[in-house]
């Protein structure tokens, strides 16, 4: 079992930056890799971004290139997405997941998901 908990949303202004955290414990040196996924009121969930286990290899949506980046903190066990440059469209509440196999793109299928944390981005 792993468990997944997310921190670090709230509300800013366009432009503005933030930090979502996904702490995770349990078995998590049998997860593929964690994904971080957000979805908005009337939207789909889509896939933000992901950093996979073995390498520490990373990818990212086309709608958040150049502005997040995914990073992980082995010691604590905490993934990390700097959030830089935000705009209104990044509101959605962001959620963490891990699956012992694979990221799916948005997500379906993933075994572990933590409850998410909202993201807000108003003027």
């Known amino acids: 079992q792993v468990q997944l908990v997310e921190s670090g949303g709230g509300s800013v202004q366009p432009g503005g930056s933030l930090r979502l955290s996904c702490a995770t414990s349990?078995?998590?040196?049998?997860?593929?890799?964690i994904g971080w996924f957000r979805k908005a009121p009337g939207k789909e969930r889509e896939g933000v971004s992901w950093?996979?286990?073995?390498?520490?290899?990373?990818g990212y949506a086309d709608s958040v290139k150049g502005r997040f980046t995914i990073s992980r903190d082995n010691t604590k066990d905490v993934v990390y997405l700097q959030m830089n440059d935000l705009k209104p469209e990044d509101t959605a509440v962001y959620f963490c997941?891990?699956?012992?196999?694979?990221?799916?793109?948005?997500?379906?299928?993933?075994?572990?998901w933590g409850n998410g944390t909202l993201v807000t981005v108003s003027s």
């Open positions: 997941a891990a699956d012992p196999f694979a990221i799916t793109k948005e997500g379906y299928g993933m075994r572990y």
């Open positions: 349990g078995s998590t040196f049998n997860v593929f890799g």
């Open positions: 950093i996979r286990s073995k390498d520490g290899g990373t």
